[in-house]
């Protein structure tokens, strides 16, 4: 699923849940089955500020899904449950888990609660939403914690009760076989999913709800200290940036693959950032400047979408179910040249070029591979970016350094 883009926050993650699944092996899913972010990746063992990142069958047998374990307890107790598969999502912010996936805790989460009404949140995303409530847990990542964080419950309150403000649009996702994961880890570069937008007037562009006794709910300003807020901001000294590693694997893919989630950067050894790393400068939400066929677009770095998203006529498109997707006749590839976001000029004709790989969906979703390094699918026309998904991960080393701007500190980057 593609991120919306009427509003600030950015919701991003699988895109094209009901056809994968129906091109690849499949049977339910929900609750803890499976197992993520436990073990080594490439018999590596995580350090203390690390969490193992595991791309495989997960709960719905969706194509590129990393996924790890999150510990959520009840602040301040020993109340706790592990959830596993859950999605590592470069390109959105914060920790949503669906309400079957925490029934052992979820009674005990305090509500969040706004002039004494409940406070729910809608996720907008392109093609559907999101929907349920804000509650606090201390949220454990590795050995990283995060105490009493702000998280969104997907799925825990009555659909009637959202029905103003426009949280309607498309398919309403609550459950894990909806989301192709147990819940949605966002550790992109901002430190809340909404900022100043849903904190400052007019309520109309906020996507927090009050909502009196769990109903009757209606747009609501919120402060940023209540908001579902990125973990990675709490893990002190860790909580200036994440990076992602993920191994380098064939063009057929592989079954399974694990790489690490690494908390902080150049905090201590294990997280330095090489001074031949390409780092560009992004904009709030991780957008930077890129050209693409001559045309000026923007690009962003999305671990939450399964394969590269952009638009190209030239490439034809697969038939059927996985009609979303691009299927040329012959493996072939796809030049883009990003650079440092600038809000006052467009494109980025002399930037660094970065390629995307391209195979043929259709043949490579019925392989029985999960995980895939040149998966591809179109925009449809119209499409003004270019989103690099999980293919571009395999092989490389991708740093996300936090927006520090609003305590004086350093623009949000990501680096390569």
Wanted: charged fraction near 10%; include cysteine; hydrophobic fraction near 35%.
């Amino acid at each position: 699923m593609l991120r919306t883009h009427s509003k600030l926050f950015r919701a991003l993650r699988a895109l094209g849940v009901a056809t994968l699944a129906a091109l690849v092996a499949a049977c339910g899913g929900g609750g803890d089955s499976g197992g993520s972010g436990g073990g080594s990746a490439g018999g590596v063992q995580p350090a203390a500020n690390q969490a193992v990142v595991t791309v495989g069958r997960g709960v719905e047998g969706v194509t590129n899904i990393p996924t790890v374990s999150v510990t959520i307890c009840v602040p301040g107790s020993s109340t706790c449950q592990t959830v596993d598969n859950v999605q590592v999502d470069t390109e959105s912010f914060g920790l949503r888990l669906a309400s079957s996936a925490v029934s052992q805790v979820l009674g005990a989460l305090p509500k969040e609660t706004v002039a004494a009404a409940q406070l729910a949140e809608c996720t907008q995303f392109a093609d559907g939403y999101t929907w349920g409530s804000i509650r606090t847990a201390d949220v454990t990542i590795g050995q990283e914690t995060a105490g009493s964080l702000p998280i969104q419950i997907i799925g825990d309150m009555p659909q009637s009760a959202v029905s103003t403000g426009g949280c309607s649009s498309g398919t309403l996702e609550l459950t894990p076989t909806d989301l192709g994961a147990n819940g949605i880890l966002g550790v992109g570069v901002a430190p809340t999913d909404c900022g100043a937008t849903c904190a400052t007037a007019p309520a109309g562009n906020s996507s927090y709800y009050a909502c009196p006794n769990g109903t009757n709910c209606a747009q609501t300003l919120v402060a940023e200290a209540q908001q579902v807020t990125n973990p990675v901001v709490k893990f002190a000294p860790n909580n200036n940036g994440v990076i992602l590693s993920m191994p380098s694997i064939g063009p057929t893919g592989q079954s399974t693959v694990s790489g690490m989630l690494t908390f902080g950067i150049n905090t201590q050894s294990n997280n330095a950032l090489p001074s031949t790393a390409l780092k560009l400068t992004t904009n709030a939400y991780g957008d930077v400047n890129a050209t693409f066929n001559g045309n000026a677009v923007v690009a962003f770095f999305d671990s939450g979408s399964n394969a590269y998203f952009f638009t190209d006529n030239t490439l034809p498109t697969c038939s059927g179910n996985a009609s979303a997707f691009y299927c040329p006749a012959s493996a072939t590839t796809r030049t883009v040249t990003v650079a440092n976001f600038n809000g006052s000029s467009s494109g980025a004709p002399s930037g660094s070029a970065q390629q995307m790989s391209i195979g043929n969906a259709s043949t490579l979703l019925a392989n029985g591979n999960y995980a895939l390094n040149n998966l591809a699918g179109s925009l449809g026309s119209g499409a003004t970016f270019i989103d690099f998904g999980m293919p571009f991960f395999y092989g490389k080393t991708v740093y996300y350094g936090m927006d520090q701007t609003g305590s004086g500190g350093a623009s949000p980057f990501i680096a390569f």
